[in-house]
């Protein structure tokens, strides 16, 4: 009885712990701050000064201005907003993107194409993932007014994408870039203005903050994503969610004061899982190109000949919790979009990693997965 009251979260790439830092600036203004944002009375302006902040710092750990930070209540919010918003403001004749984008982003773009009668282009990519810069390139040559949505990191497989290259071109070629930051936001040392992107998407449960707040980097303007009040700088009206947004900059701040350290710790436990996974199941096919490269905190992999999602629930009965499929869609899908979409018939499982996974932790989940198969 007692290994199964032993539980291993390897699901990090869906959701993150909340971390201390946030925990206590949300508890904090939770206890003493209670005014409308708006009012212009000192306790109201108090409560703006929290947001204001919060602002200044996430833009410092991004290394942008505060005008080009607006809180919003989770990246899917932003995705869908900003793009619909883009492609009016912009007057975009061509919607360029890849089937590899999380669902939040593709369902935008189909929607968009569909009502806006505006052409949605996928850029090819390789067998790992890895979009071809090339078949961009002719993609945005024989398109103008493009607006591009490509992500950094690939929530599923891990591939990170070369997104300063891919804004290059897209300046190149006065297109329009925005960009699904979600998995690498608070995961590296980012400096946005210098990464070409127009547009980014963040979100802090991704970084041990608060779940429901997100952060859009704008470098340039859009009509108000929500209306009804100047809120946000008149992108977004509503009474603000102050202890989101306090514990989301709280939580990008901690993130930041030791991000190298902790992607060294990530480093070593996929490079350990990875050694263990080979050793004792040789037959393992990895999903993307981990062994090489991509982002430190995920795993994809499948078995051979091996029920996928069985495994995944046994996994899940021995207390150890991973993915298959994208957490926002798990038992929605048979085979995520993107596996499918990299031509592979076999449901597969995400192992993905965080400041608190252990070698203990991965020597259980082998020791589990082993009993298993
Ligand atoms: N984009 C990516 C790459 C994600 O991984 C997620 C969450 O899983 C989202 C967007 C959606 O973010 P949110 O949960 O803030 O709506």
Redesign the pocket.
């Known amino acids: 009885m007692t290994e199964y009251t032993k539980k291993v979260y390897l699901d990090y790439?869906?959701s993150t712990p909340l971390c201390k830092e946030s925990r206590e600036a949300m508890e904090n203004v939770m206890q003493t701050v209670y005014a409308n944002p708006s009012a212009v009375h000192a306790l109201g302006r108090a409560a703006n000064v929290c947001i204001e902040q919060a602002r200044s710092t996430v833009a410092d750990c991004l290394h942008c201005g505060r005008e080009n930070i607006i809180f919003t209540s989770?990246?899917?919010e932003a995705?869908n907003l900003t793009i619909n918003n883009i492609c009016a403001d912009y007057s975009i004749k061509t919607l360029i993107s890849s089937p590899l984008e999380?669902s939040?982003v593709i369902h935008t773009l189909q929607h968009i194409s569909k009502t806006k009668n505006i052409p949605l282009l996928n850029v090819e990519h390789d067998k790992y993932g890895n979009i071809d810069n090339e078949h961009l390139t002719n993609l945005l040559a024989e398109n103008s007014a493009s607006l591009v949505v490509l992500?950094h990191g690939n929530?599923e497989t891990g591939q990170l994408t070369d997104i300063e290259a891919i804004g290059q071109m897209c300046r190149q070629y006065n297109a329009l870039f925005f960009c699904?930051m979600?998995?690498t936001i608070g995961k590296y040392e980012l400096n946005l203005p210098q990464m070409n992107v127009d547009f980014a998407v963040g979100?802090a449960?991704?970084f041990y903050g608060p779940k429901g707040t997100?952060i859009l980097y704008l470098s340039k303007k859009v009509s108000p994503l929500l209306l009804g009040g100047a809120q946000e700088r008149n992108i977004r009206a509503g009474t603000e969610n102050i202890y989101g947004i306090v514990g989301t900059a709280a939580a990008l701040n901690a993130q930041m004061s030791n991000v190298n350290s902790q992607l060294q710790h990530i480093q070593h436990i996929k490079k350990y899982c990875i050694e263990k996974l080979l050793q004792n199941l040789p037959q393992i096919i990895f999903v993307g190109n981990c062994q090489n490269g991509g982002m430190e905190h995920i795993i994809n992999f499948y078995l051979p000949d091996t029920e996928m999602d069985i495994l995944s629930m046994q996994l899940d009965m021995a207390g150890i919790a991973l993915s298959s499929g994208?957490?926002?869609s798990s038992g929605t899908e048979r085979i995520s979009h993107v596996i499918n979409a990299l031509n592979i018939n076999s449901k597969t499982l995400r192992l993905s990693f965080g400041k608190q996974t252990s070698t203990d932790d991965i020597d259980f989940f082998i020791q589990n997965l082993i009993l298993f198969i």
Do not use: E
Request: glycine share 10%; net charge neutral.
């Open positions: 790439a869906a989770g990246a899917t995705i999380h939040a992500m929530n699904d979600v998995q979100t449960h991704k997100g994208s957490a926002c």
